[in-house]
């Protein structure tokens, strides 16, 4: 099946640094891909939707200039999260999904946590 | 926007019975409602879904009904096992869209 992958797993910064996450589709190409954010034994929240070469749809609630999103090529796909707070702190799930079709893959998952 | 309603929010079965976990969605456009599960720190994987042309599918010991009428859906899992144990979370989303709107999810603890 398709796979996706994210990097890093886990990650911990000081407040105010900035963190890339990334998210790779390794088997398939990812015309879009989203970007979710899972507090603990909550729900998946949409943050945001790329697809290749385009900027971005975000969702309402969800600053564009703090969670700096590019999904530069077909497999590809950055989540920089700028200024980094201590609730910013969450696991990020990424997902992508090729041309038409419904199903979504999600990668493994990247807990951040900001001190 | 789509909204999506899921209950219970636990649920504890005996190991060899039945579970049953249910959605409603909001939107009449939804159509393509698929189920994941979701271990602990892990990802969520896709279980079944189903799309809004038919009204059941099944696979082994998993099946899901869906009423387009009412605006609701439901996952049943038989013959429970331990290794079910995890959270189950139901989405909707339409055509062109893409966008998956999940559930609240259910923690399903099956005892052995």
């Known amino acids: 099946g398709a796979v996706v992958s994210q990097h890093p797993s886990r990650v911990i910064c000081k407040s105010g640094t900035s963190v890339k996450i990334e998210c790779r589709s390794l088997?398939?190409?990812?015309?879009?891909m989203f970007w979710y954010r899972q507090f603990p034994k909550k729900s998946l929240m949409l943050m945001a939707t790329s697809n290749e070469g385009s900027k971005a749809t975000y969702e309402q609630g969800v600053e564009k200039d703090k969670f700096l999103i590019n999904h530069a090529s077909l497999t590809l796909s950055t989540l920089t999260v700028t200024s980094a707070h201590p609730e910013d702190s969450s696991f990020y799930i990424c997902?992508?999904?090729?041309?038409?079709?419904?199903?979504?893959?999600f990668g493994p998952g990247t807990r951040l946590t900001v001190t | 926007g789509e909204n999506v309603e899921q209950h219970p929010s636990t649920l504890s079965v005996q190991e060899g019975d039945s579970a049953v976990i249910k959605c409603t969605y909001s939107?009449?456009?939804?159509?393509?409602f698929p189920w994941y599960k979701q271990e602990l720190g892990k990802r969520p994987q896709l279980i079944i879904d189903?799309?809004?042309?038919?009204g059941e599918k099944k696979d082994q010991r998993i099946a899901v009904t869906l009423n387009k009428t009412a605006k609701h859906f439901s996952l049943h899992i038989t013959e429970t096992q331990p290794e079910d144990s995890a959270v189950y979370f139901c989405?909707?989303?339409?055509?062109?869209?893409?966008?998956?709107?999940f559930g609240t999810g259910t923690r399903l603890t099956v005892i052995p």
């Open positions: 989405a909707a989303s339409r055509t062109g869209a893409n966008n998956l709107f």
């Open positions: 088997d398939f190409q990812a015309t879009t």
């Open positions: 939107d009449s456009a939804s159509n393509y």
């Open positions: 189903i799309r809004s042309n038919v």
């Open positions: 997902s992508g999904a090729s041309g038409s079709k419904y199903e979504q893959y």
